[in-house]
């Protein structure tokens, strides 16, 4: 098994990404650069850089991002240099090409950050930043039965809640609230470009790290370390 680095680096204070939404605490900074180079940390030391950043019709922006520019700041800049009308929900998604994937920077997010984090962990991929309006950016903190239906929330791990009446929506809201990081576990397929096959892997996120794991044994040992101390909401 093995933990997947944090995304990027976070600034160490709380955040309300809008006054519709629940405050929450922001992930620390734990990345941990495995295999950087004297060239990366002389790199990581700079102020500033030209970034692209491209909309959904292909054209782009050039903007000369500062080291602590986070992405909320950044997308009102961006408004204005595109001459549309400054929103909320604008974002600045990760775009991975090769992947097939995407991936929302949060609104607290430095991206200049963000964007060496990429450079660190895959150099070579085709990744790029896009600028464009994702409506559902706070849709976790105003209705996180979304994501988390309460048939999913195991309340028997909790002693103290075994065999009373819970209201599990209550419960669940409560989660989001008090900005604790419940133990979550979902099964995933992973594609292996080797062999051009899928494998199904398990994913778990537990005090704010992720781990990835193709076995099912290894996680379950983390479940039962877990079982007596943490709430966990299964995928």
């Known amino acids: 098994m093995r933990r997947v680095y944090d995304w990027c680096r976070f600034p160490r204070m709380k955040c309300v990404c809008s006054e519709s939404t629940t405050s929450y605490e922001r992930l620390n900074d734990g990345l941990i650069e ?8 002389d790199f990581s030391n700079e102020k500033e850089e ?5 909309n959904d019709d292909g054209s782009y922006q050039m903007v000369v991002v500062e080291k602590n520019l986070c992405a909320s700041d950044l997308c009102q800049l961006l408004a204005v240099k595109n001459r549309v009308a400054k929103s909320v929900n604008w974002s600045i998604v990760e775009h991975w090409n090769d992947l097939g ?12 950050s963000a964007y060496r984090d990429m450079n660190i962990w895959s150099r070579h991929a085709d990744v790029k930043f896009v600028f464009r309006k994702e409506y559902r950016k706070y849709e976790f903190f105003r ?10 929330i195991d309340v028997e791990n909790h002693e103290e809640l075994r065999g ?19 133990l979550i576990f ?22 704010k790290k ?18 007596n101390r943490d709430s966990w909401v299964s995928v």
């Open 34 to 41: 495995i295999g950087s180079t004297s060239e990366d940390k």
């Open 50 to 54: 030209e970034l692209c950043f491209y």
């Open 101 to 112: 994937a995407e991936r929302l920077l949060e609104d607290h997010e430095y991206v200049l």
């Open 143 to 152: 209705d996180p039965q979304q994501f988390f239906p309460t048939e999913m």
């Open 164 to 182: 009373l009446n819970i209201n599990l929506a209550h419960f669940l809201q409560n989660l989001i609230q008090e900005g604790k990081c419940p």
């Open 186 to 207: 979902s099964q995933v397929w992973v594609r292996d470009q080797h062999k051009q096959i899928w494998r199904k892997a398990f994913l778990l996120l537990r005090d």
């Open 210 to 227: 992720l781990y990835l794991s193709f076995n099912i044994q290894l996680l379950t040992k983390i479940f039962r370390c877990a079982k």
